[in-house]
């Protein structure tokens, strides 16, 4: 049998900390991930944390923006954006950077977009909004944020987890790769090529190995 408990942070808090808990598994932010594990940690419950990621993603010279477009949107904005894994920035060779601005927001612009709650049982409705205000106000802060620091909104504006994605142009790999690496907050990462050896050796050198 499965139970679903729904509420504020109230909720959250007692039942983290009531003994009878076996197990917990929380996704969200560190703050609220170290008053989980102290929780547990007075009852000796074993927890599963997954507290964010800031996953980049990095198109190298050789790839086909045309190709590589839908993946690279879907990549980034499947459930608006409120996944862990996707995609939060976007690294593009400058070679191909104009190329893949446009074809990202071509797909922007032609996705159906609606309320979830009418509009979304509609046919053909594909995304739906934020979750809750509080995400989406926070999505908006960093919008205005990077607008003042010198971005450029191409397509939209007024909605990470949310559905945005920052593409930064990049001429060195090396100096994509230290950017990419440089944040702590790290749950995935991908390389677009259109040959497998440069990117794996993109991959291996600078993320993982790849198995």
Request: aromatic share 6%.
């Amino acid at each position: 049998m499965v139970n679903t408990v729904s509420g504020p942070g109230e909720v959250g808090a007692w039942l983290v900390s009531d003994p009878g808990v076996n197990k917990i598994m929380f996704t969200g932010s560190t703050v609220t991930g170290k008053r989980i594990a102290e929780a547990a940690a007075r009852n000796m419950v074993p927890v599963t944390m997954e507290l964010g990621g800031n996953d980049a993603a990095i198109v190298l010279p050789d790839a086909d923006p045309k190709v590589m477009a839908m993946g690279l949107f879907w990549g980034a904005f499947i459930n608006m954006g409120q996944t862990c894994a996707c995609a939060k920035r976007l690294y593009v060779h400058e070679s191909l950077f104009d190329q893949t601005v446009q074809a990202l927001k071509e797909i922007a612009q032609a996705v159906p977009m609606g309320n979830g709650m009418q509009d979304g049982m509609q046919d053909g409705m594909v995304m739906g909004p934020i979750q809750n205000k509080m995400q989406y106000d926070k999505v908006i802060s960093l919008v205005e944020s990077a607008k003042q620091a010198g971005a450029t909104i191409v397509c939209g504006g007024t909605a990470p987890a949310g559905p945005v994605l920052p593409i930064i142009k990049y001429s060195n790999i090396d100096d994509a790769v230290a950017s990419a690496n440089r944040l702590s907050a790290g749950l995935g990462a991908s390389v677009w090529s259109s040959d497998v050896e440069p990117a794996t050796h993109s991959w291996t050198s600078t993320f993982a190995p790849v198995q």
